[in-house]
């Protein structure tokens, strides 16, 4: 095991698949991905300072967590693929990816149809001297970045080194210990896990916090897991808190990494989410989703981008195929500013025989209550015109800097090393940060288009 400033290595891997197949002929049911706006938090902030609260770490989670078991057949049922759509006609006071039934049908699954299904669950929190038990829980879809405290995070204060061999034959283990480095750097973590009787199932789990003296502070979680069948899943989730280099503003950011594999047939998925926040107001979000079932396979990436200061970039781009060579997609953007800007988009389809089928939209709205709306398509639709319309954008994010901090006390109330007097901090300036985050996917996930 590896520790550094930035992040705590460990032996990935965890996930149990519940596979159900997709039938190209099938139509789809009406269905909508909202990334629009939640309840808003009413707190104030003050931007120059970030007060840290305590935090009442627990030892034991109370929410129902289950072990899944995996089932086999078609399912329930047949079950239909989905069409994602941008309706710019609809009111754009709320960012709304809507869905409309289509005979070419784009496989993005929804939470409420997992692969997973959820049984019985044994908690953790057990009698003194015995083992962690399993929690082999695999990730869920388009849940997005979990607060901390949904993970219910508990690192001993002592260094524990134990292992030991439960009544079914199954073993288990937990480790915690500190790490210190330069700059005050310091790493506390707890590793756990076991595994069945004849090693045809294990899970791991890992918790860690750190710190140093610049102010960097660290809270993450590393799970993984594969059972009998070989279904094997993976998560990882972080959030930290540091002052940017170029700016002097405190920032948090928050990240999730998902995936999950089959062990049976041509099945998996995998999501990378990310949100950055400042003190300021400034604000990013984004997410990189793939899936494949059978012969289908589908992308998904979109993101926001809001300055502090009445600047907002949205986008979504969204694509499937299949093995036969049927193509389908549907993208979009808005750019506003102060009531003036744009919007446009396109939905395409290419056959198995290469012929391709595209529409194409655009609005520029003039902050005059003024809206130009102009399209056209490769089946000779065409418009081009001028309207009264209000125009509706969200200049700021359903969720931000005040909402973050308010979700990360166990964050913010690490308690970083005593720095001896006369000592300060080592601060090394670099580049500036790229304005686009990285796109990191597993090797053996095959390319966007």
Request: with cysteine.
């Amino acid at each position: 095991m590896a520790a550094s400033s930035r992040g705590f290595s460990t032996t990935p891997f965890d996930l149990k698949l519940r596979i159900r197949r997709l039938s190209v002929a099938l139509l789809p049911k009406s269905h909508a991905l909202e990334l629009g706006p939640r309840k808003r938090r009413k707190l104030r902030f003050d931007a120059d300072r970030v007060r840290l609260g305590s935090a009442v770490i627990r030892c034991c989670r109370s929410d129902s967590v289950t072990p899944i078991r995996r089932t086999s057949g078609a399912g329930n049922g047949g079950d239909k693929n989905e069409e994602w759509r941008f309706d710019p006609k609809k009111n754009p006071h709320v960012h709304r990816v809507r869905v409309q039934a289509s005979p070419a049908a784009m496989p993005f699954a929804s939470p409420d149809r997992s692969f997973l299904k959820q049984e019985k669950f044994f908690p953790r929190c057990t009698p003194r001297n015995s083992g962690p038990q399993s929690r082999d829980t695999p990730p869920k879809r388009d849940t997005g970045i979990a607060n901390e405290k949904d993970w219910g995070i508990s690192l001993l204060n002592e260094n524990v080194n134990e292992s030991g061999t439960n009544e079914d034959g199954s073993t288990w283990y937990q480790e915690s210990g500190e790490e210190l480095g330069e700059n005050g750097y310091r790493c506390r973590w707890t590793r756990m896990g076991g595994q069945s009787h004849d090693g045809s199932s294990e899970w791991k789990e890992t918790w860690w916090e750190k710190s140093d003296w610049t102010g960097y502070k660290e809270l993450g979680v590393e799970k993984s897991g594969r059972n009998s069948e070989g279904d094997s899943w993976w998560e990882t989730w972080q959030e930290n808190l540091h002052q940017d280099e170029w700016s002097n503003i405190a920032r948090i950011e928050r990240s999730a990494q998902k995936q999950a594999k089959s062990g049976t047939e041509n099945a998996g998925w995998y999501e990378k989410w990310w949100e950055k926040y400042d003190a300021k107001g400034w604000t990013e979000k984004g997410a990189h989703k793939y899936g494949r079932l059978n012969e289908q396979s589908w992308w998904e990436k979109w993101g926001e981008h809001y300055d502090g200061r009445g600047s907002v970039l949205k986008w979504t781009d969204k694509w499937a195929e299949t093995e036969l060579g049927t193509k389908w997609g549907d993208k979009w953007e808005e750019r506003f500013f102060k009531g003036i800007g744009s919007r446009h988009g396109e939905t395409w389809h290419v056959s198995p025989s290469s012929e391709r089928w595209s529409r194409t939209w655009g609005e520029e709205h003039f902050g005059n209550g003024k809206v130009h709306k102009y399209g056209n398509s490769t089946t000779g639709e065409s418009w081009d015109i001028v309207v009264d319309e209000e125009t509706y954008y969200e200049a700021e994010p359903h969720y931000g800097w005040a909402d973050v901090v308010g979700d990360s006390t166990q964050l913010l109330s690490i308690e970083p090393r005593e720095r001896p007097p006369g000592v300060f901090p080592n601060l090394e300036f670099g580049s500036p940060p790229s304005p686009e985050a990285d796109d990191d996917s597993p090797e053996d996930l095959p390319p966007s288009q």
